[in-house]
């Protein structure tokens, strides 16, 4: 099974995509000390221990206790500590606290993937008749989502090794920025007229229950940008006031930029005149040809306010990704985990991969909506208030978990993903 | 002028409409004692004071100052004090501090209010020849901006007299509600297709820079109720333990629940087992009957899931609201200051009046939007992050200040507007 | 009566006194508009109509209830609303919340206060026979406690009028200072030895539980100022850097500094390279001869360390303060309403009036200390930890209000009273 | 050297003293595991990592920087982050955030431990001759600083696992509690009249700055218990409503009982009925005869209102402790790390071990105080605000660390200490 095609699941393949994905973030894991995985730098972040274990929790709570037989939990403790948010399931363990719980120690937690797994063995090769067809529909939601926390470990590591002043280095043999030549930004114009949008529920492979249903909407004709804003975009920007002056902003985005002191991107530091930030490979020098990154939606739409444009609806988002050559860039596996030169891929528009871009489209369910059953429905269905839809995979997102329809969605405020965005204007 | 048809205006008009208008702030304020204007009971408060004052302000510095000769302003510190949020035009007094100034004194703003109707009429009556057209724009705008804020005038009030325990009645001589037959909700269906929404900045009539440009969206069909929801469908939802249950519930909204415990709607009070509520006219008991109101977009949106509903578009309210008779309903001029018997005027729908209509539409601008210039343009614009929208003017709202394409908009947690809800539902 | 000796009270002196301080706090008032009656401009400060209302509420409380015949309440929700702290009496109204109350009105106020003040006329013209004593000791405290709270109105006062940037000017006609030479400091020698220290419960005159009971300290010899720091002294302190080293600072003080930006004395502000600061006669240049008036306790120690000083024990105070002339100074009845030049009155080493002196001494009771029974007995005691004491009176404390043995008390941090500071040091 | 005789010392002896209290840490931390290292679970508690890290810096800072000729630090950066609060020495990494440091990792930790422990036997080896003197005295501070943070590191240890759910346990072969009758509690008299206090800085053996001048005080006479409260009797102040009547709390301690929802001491947990605490041996029901433990200031004091005493004064234990056999008890070498039966050792009054004693003194400088010289006059002084000053040791205490003269001081309201209390009264 491709965690794509779950139509096609054979036995054999589920098993190997399941340990193809655990490993995974194992992997993400083994340059860590012990002691980064215990570390909550702020809310938002949660522990890579605690993410580790919440993923095995959502194998045991969704497939094993109920779907295999005489299954025995490791802990029943853990039931309550790993719960994310499921509120319908128990009381999940307070958020802000989970920088505050050093047992189960780290060895504790692979053991506890491990017997999660072992279980996960079983069941796999040996599934009750009755119920292969809502396992695999649960295997491949505890697959995404795994990979979803994926994306979460690195950017949290990343938060977690910038607080601290002496800028620990997570890798130092990442793969260099590939060569290529920088390209000026070029427009793209699309006429108007009724698009179909989301996900085929019909279709083929995975998707999110708030990418669909596949609907219609009116789109008016527009003009988009062939690739993100750059950091020395970025910089001319922050050279002409821009975080200085009202005007461009918002005005909750004028609040943060006051309360918290914003005047440059997230991990930005100058340093005897010159800009560096910190990346998991270290501290290093600004690449100004690599599209700016870790920028909040109040930033993003501050510049494009500045530049005299704005940001591209999420339907004009997928307008344009649906007609382009088949998702490539820079994921998580080309091992760069920073975007690398901007335009790279002309053909592609750059629409996938580097940076997650912010739309200008507030997070809401498209008409006809219908969250899952039971506990899994809170999976995306509640946060629909006050977040503001991102698409495009990132550096950081492994390339079978993107979709043209993928909806990712963060509070405008959010700088710690890997986030950028690109230009959009009326044609 | 009607301020709805400014390009009939005469100078005549003009200045009888801008006395109908200031009249209308100052008899909002007639019961109040001196007291009452200068509490700020939460930071989205304002005193009654600073509203009266904040709207000459708005005269003086977008009409007086730029346009009539000579004109010197009562206190050069008024221009600090009462500008409201407009960064690109000075340094706004902190909001949240508008009730530690108890000067300038109540006699003190009537004074300003009087001297800058002296000035108006001036410039009224004699407005500098290359200037008539900006003025009359400026002229018509700041009349809908004190119209929107007699209605925050009397959410203000009512929030500032709910803090004490006294409760005291703004007015005891309030219109009876009227006698009319309660209607069960009934449903009417739209089909789906292309539609026309918004503003036609060549139509007729005022409208804010935000309702525009009318544009086409393709709404697909759609079932709405004939009426919002009463007190006594609200009730029901709560005895069915609408506040104990997560699942119904946004994650933002179940947060609000627990941290500020919510268990009825804003202003209710159970004594001796009967729901009471606190009105403009005292304590009464809750009239099963009426529209609910006081309550966030959390509770709509949750009730509404209760039901198997959800709320409707903005462009679905507008479709529908288009298609019925003109607007009518229980506005501030029929002094009822509260929400009446729901479903009274059959064929309109209620859709106007009673209490605002949250919608499940996030507040963002429609496409090719262009806020106004220079600082007038903070107006609308640098608030669409964070807030929804609400159609179709309450009990507290001047009847015409509303139209079919008005946009109003809070967070989804405020509760103290005259807010409300009906539901829709796929066809 | 005098306050001072209830012991020679007759009922005709009781009832002059009684008016005579109830006359004196409507006077402070008098100059106020019905606006500045309303404001709390922190947790800490009062609205002026609720002080009135308060003080009020004590006689009612503590004398009107229990002994005056089928006294009737104006309104029984007085004595939720007016209780300030008395946890054993009923629930008091939240504190923070006393600013959001706009009812009663300040002529509903009035009119309580003439409502009380009748009720007492009858019961101290004739007051139960059993009850003579009792009435008498409680009717005493009551005066103390509206004197207590004179002072607190015209800090308060000063505190309201200061968060608006227009400066309003309490009065205008205040006292001019007194011409008088102003002297270098000097200092006394006090040898060590046994000291009594208190007020004796069996001698003369009123004094406060926590003055009780009269007892022995041990003090050691040493030095004492001979005036407070003056303004001018201070402001040497502020050009040596005294803000901007933590070397003299406590740590909660160095704290303080840092976070709410402490660069000079409350109410002090730079005007053209000049210091200035606001009095309640307006916006004045600061005068350099007269006590620093409105530091916190971390100020006044901060300053001790930097001269290599420190400040005196209560007890040193009271030894002092003992053996010098009877108490005179600039208190209220004086109508300067800020400290004069410092240094004014040598004889009685300025240890009465100007400013409340900070100690060095915690607020702790002293060996063999009895609260009051029942509510009363809230009145001191239960404020014994975090404060510290001070001494003296000061241009708002009435003068027949202060002793030797008086001891006041405010958290380190407070800044709002008129508190200034003498040095000390070993002998 | 013992450290308590530091005249006597040898350059052996010291190396032999360091290597000791050294070793003593690093046991302390053997049953740790290295997450454990890394949690903070509140402002006041350090991660145990960071207490290892930074009793080794004051080493470096203060004796290795200044006195050992080419000393090179492991990484300059530890400089910044393991200084505690020295303001003068140099900016201290914010406290609030040492939970967030990941890195330097505990192997770092105990790498740079043994490079300083390397250094200062190079040190203490072949001191420079000139300055001897003071390297012994600022050794003496350096190893009693250590002894301070070992009693720290179990407080902090005991904090951090009881977040925990699991209740983790930090050693199962704790030395169970003694066999020894329990005493019912009784009174000793002490007559009235001049004391000497405090530590003669010409006596013999080491002792704080704040413990000096020996001085007088004069000290009615007074009764004090001959054992501290203990568990069944605080027990039955808690059945008799002690958490919920306002009558016995001082005002700030009413307010955390309400607003933190006290209603039994920190670690204690009703599970079925019976009464358990948390332990470093783990959950265990409450022992009804060992002294109270982890109650704030403010619950020692309303428990002695309710039982009709008050806390004795710290002259008056120092009195009490003076007269009495030399110190024994519970203390750390004990092993017991919990409070054991009450009145165990009858002749010592049990005034040592098991808890520290709140006194009902404000922790302020004796008469005469003067801070050391330099950074390390920040160690004490500058505490002397808003805290009470605690006695005699407590079973996390080295027993040569502890002196009659010794003050220990915490805020009022602080509960993770092993603190516990004594009655006294008027004689």
Redesign the interface.
Known sequence: MAIETPDSAHLKDWLREYQRVRDASESLCAPL???????Q?MNDVSPP?WHLAHVSWFFEAFLLTPFLKDYRTL?P?YD??FNS?Y??YGTP?PRA?R????????DDVYRYRAHVDDAMSELLTGPPAEHVEEIERRLTLGLHHEQQHQELLLMDIKH??A????F?IYRNDLAPAPECAFRELGWRVYPGG?RQIGHDEAGQGFAYDHEMPR????V?A?EIADRPITNGEFLEFMRAGGYEK??Y??????QRVKQEGWTCPLYWLEREGIWHYFTLGGLMPVNLEAPVCHVS??EADAYAHWAGA?LP?EAEWEVVAEGLAPRQGNFVEQDHLQPTVAGASAESGQMFGDVWEWT???Y??Y??FKKLAGSLGEYNG?????Q?VLRGGCCATPQDHIRTTYRNFFP?SARWAFSGFRLAR?A
């Open positions: 000390e012990k002691e980064d995985y215990i570390v730098s221990k802990d403790a309550f500590l948010y509120e319908t363990f606290n920088g505050l719980i050093s047992r189960p120690t780290v977690i090794l607080q601290n002043p002496l620990p009724v609907h219609r909407q009116f008016e527009f009202p005007d902003w918002l005005s909750e985005g004028w939606y109040f704005r609806t200008g489209s507030a809401r369910p008409p006809g509640k946060f629909m208030s006050g503001m405008p009326e």
